[in-house]
C-alpha cells in the first residue's frame, strides 16, 4: 500500500475543508422573507406597480436587483421621489436590504414597474413575481392584484414567503 505524503494529505484536507465550507454559504434569497405582496393593476395596457416588504434575517446586506415574471413582458425596479413639487420615477440599480432589517416597496418609494401584460391581470387574480438578488439567487412570492385605486395593503392580505 503507497503512503501519500504528508504535504499532499493536508493539502487534500484543505482542499475537502474548502469545498465543505463553500457549500455552505447561504445565497441572499434564503434570508429575505417577502410579507404582504401585492400589486396595483391599472386600466387598459397601463403598467401595473408591485409592492412588498423584504426582511433580511441574514448577517450580511443583501441586494434586490430586479424581478422578472411570466406574467409580464418585463419588470424593472423604480423609485419614485417628488422634489420641489414635480413627481419623478427614476430607474434604479438595486436596493439594499439591511442585515437585520428591512425594505419597503411601496406606492410613492420603490416600486416593480410590470410592463405589457401577458394577458389581462383581474383584481383577485395572483400573479408569481421572481425577485432576483446580487448574487443571482432568486425569491418567487404571489403577489395578489388590487384595483387601480388602492394605496397599500390590507393587513387580511397577508401572503409571506
Known sequence: MMRRPQGARALSLLIAGMLLAGGAHATEAEHIRASQPWLRVLPGDLPAGAYVTLENTGDQPASL???????????????????????????????????????????????????????????????????????????????LARPANATDVDASADHAH
Not at 436596493?95 to 416597496?105: D, E, T, Y
Open 65 to 143: 436587483h430586479g424581478a422578472s415574471s411570466a406574467s409580464y413582458a418585463s419588470v424593472m425596479l423604480h423609485k419614485s421621489t417628488t422634489e420641489g413639487g414635480m413627481g419623478r420615477m427614476t430607474s434604479v440599480d438595486n436596493l439594499v436590504i439591511p442585515a437585520h432589517g428591512k425594505a419597503q416597496l411601496s406606492p410613492g418609494g420603490y416600486h416593480l414597474m410590470l410592463m405589457k401584460a401577458a394577458a389581462t391581470v383581474k383584481p383577485g387574480d395572483q400573479v408569481k413575481l421572481t425577485l432576483i438578488f446580487g448574487d443571482g439567487s432568486k425569491l418567487d412570492a404571489d403577489f
